[in-house]
């Protein structure tokens, strides 16, 4: 007997999904005019959006760096997150070393001063730390703490003899606003003598702050509810490290409000949240759903379908119906961690 010698690379479309919710329904796939096939791809995306008001979907939890700035109390989140899991405050060690840049005043990158900048002449430049022969530094996260804004492609590198480098990571096209912190942390880290910076985008570098860290400790945020942050006394009060936070579930985006307000401009916040699973898109697209997840999304689909879809009997929606509760069951029940449990008193009903 032979076997494909493959697992997990069977890729389900939108428009497969929709195919087989049209054929569970009783409908030849062909028979779907233009208009069942934009509605029956919004059912899907409704679905899919519905996912979050069930629980945690482990395939669409996010980590973000956050840079704290000074005096600044509300940070918001990407888009689509739903809830926050965890809040650490961390603080990094800054390595120091000689410092290069293609152009500009390198020194102004790392003096630990946000008012002073390496303002470069020309585009694609970089900006590099040497930390000495026979000293190398494991660099797990590097901030950089920009002095323009516009879009940049920045790559980050990495050399044993500070004149071959390799790329450590990139970070794809971002937009950058002045006097923002952007943090990424090193997936694949190095242990070397040289590290550097690089625009690869055409655009010309203005950096107020670059930040290579390292040996971070990371210390839990405890959450508060809204009646616990609005009856404080003195939201504005200042510390080098915020200790709690209310996370306020407003639209479009989500905000974390700090407490107390930080005074350190090089610290920063991680955090770990859920979010929405990816927008449906084209019909040619892959749906963002892990493969135990099929036969649910296609059974919702299919009942979702059949309350829009005409001259459908009424026992077929009533069934549909059934299917889509027990394989949503059946992979709900699956959708965990198998970590140890903590049981804690729920005291939810006095603090909403």
Partial sequence: MAYSGTVGQTVLNVQTLIDHGARRCGKLAEELTSEQQLSARESLYFL????????????????????LTADKYIYTLPDGAVDVLNALYRRMNRPTGSYG?????????????????CVQTAPNGNISVDYGAGSTNYIGSIGILTGTSGNFNIVFEYSLDGSTWSTLQTTGVTTWVDNEWYWYDIVNGQTVQYYRMRETGGNTLSVRELFFGNNSTEIPMARLNRDDY????????????????????????????????????????????????????????????????????????????????????????GYLEKMADKYLY?????????????????ISVYTR
């Fill in 48 to 67: 899919l959006s519905n996912l979050a008001n069930r629980g945690i979907q482990y395939w669409a939890i996010n980590k973000e760096v956050v840079g």
């Fill in 101 to 117: 840049s293609s152009s500009g005043v390198a020194a102004n990158a790392f003096d630990g001063d946000v008012d002073t900048k």
């Fill in 230 to 317: 609005t009856n404080l006394p003195n939201k504005n009060f200042t510390a080098n490290q915020p200790f709690q936070f209310w996370f306020d579930r407003t639209i479009p985006n989500p905000s974390l409000y700090l407490w107390p307000v930080p005074s350190d401009t090089f610290v920063q916040m991680v955090v770990w949240y859920s979010r929405q699973v990816m927008d449906v898109g084209a019909l040619t697209d892959e749906v963002e759903i892990p493969q135990r997840w099929y036969e649910a999304t296609v059974s919702m689909l299919a009942h979702r379908m059949s309350l829009e879809l005409p001259s459908i009997p009424v026992d077929r929606i």
């Fill in 330 to 346: 059946d992979a709900e029940q699956e959708e965990r961690d198998k970590s140890p449990i903590y049981y804690a008193p729920n």
